[in-house]
């Protein structure tokens, strides 16, 4: 399975706090993508970062690659009660025609 | 504008029926794409439509089939329902590898 996997699965902090979130995936990848889905609604995408970038800035978003590890994280700063959501990271594999979705975190940033 | 709009948002319908979920992207995408989301949030690629190339995940059944009118269209037609259909639709498209663009959602309910 090209399926990549996230951690933690749920994380519950408070506002103005960081969020972490890891992404390891098992192929070869192409580009890796962030995305995010509040409650009910459809995925809005963040951030792509691509195998020969290390780290992209968006915002309060800070996506890292490390594709030695294979491993991806999303870093939130300040965050907000807004940002509530789960958030997925995907992989566009080397020679595959779509992306593979991670697990997800759901993340609950508390006012 | 809409960027990917589907229809219908919600869809309830019997065991055996058959049923056609539309989709439309306005973004000049050459590349359109189907997801299953299920109870758990699990994103699972269904078809990518690329220039009249379709790509099918192996996993899914027969009983899905995606039709193409123009490249601005990805409609889902569903036969024979199943109670383990029920779940929830995404279209997305795409310019080659880079950034999706989801719609909404179709909420699928099979009773």
């Known amino acids: 399975s090209q399926q990549g996997e996230e951690d933690p699965q749920a994380l519950s902090i408070q506002e103005g706090e960081n969020a972490t979130m890891n992404c390891s995936y098992k192929?070869?990848?192409?580009?890796l993508q962030w995305y995010r889905q509040n409650s009910g609604r459809g995925l809005v995408h963040l951030i792509l970062?691509?195998?020969?970038?290390r780290e992209k800035h968006s915002g309060r978003l800070r996506v890292t690659l490390d594709t030695s590890k294979k491993s991806s994280s999303l870093l939130i700063t300040a965050s907000r009660a807004a940002d509530t959501a789960s958030y997925f990271c995907?992989?566009?594999?080397?020679?595959?025609?779509?992306?593979?979705f991670g697990t997800g975190t759901r993340l609950t940033v508390i006012p | 504008d809409t960027a990917v709009s589907q229809t219908p948002k919600y869809l309830v319908t019997q065991m055996g029926n058959d049923k056609s979920i539309k989709c439309e992207q306005n973004?000049?995408?050459?590349?359109m794409y189907w997801y299953k989301q299920d109870s758990k949030k699990f994103l699972k690629i269904m078809f990518s439509?690329?220039?009249?190339?379709?790509?099918i995940n192996e996993t899914v059944p027969n009983r899905f089939s995606p039709k193409s009118p123009d490249k601005a269209h990805l409609n889902l037609h569903i036969n024979s329902l199943e109670l383990g259909d029920s779940a929830v639709y995404f279209c997305?498209?795409?310019?080659?590898?880079?950034?999706?663009?989801f719609g909404p959602g179709t909420r699928l309910t099979v009773l």
């Open positions: 997305a498209s795409s310019h080659g590898r880079d950034t999706q663009y």
């Open positions: 192929t070869s990848i192409n580009n």
């Open positions: 970062i691509r195998s020969n970038e």
């Open positions: 995907a992989t566009f594999g080397t020679g595959a025609n779509n992306l593979f």
């Open positions: 973004l000049g995408h050459d590349t």
């Open positions: 439509y690329n220039n009249k190339e379709l790509i």
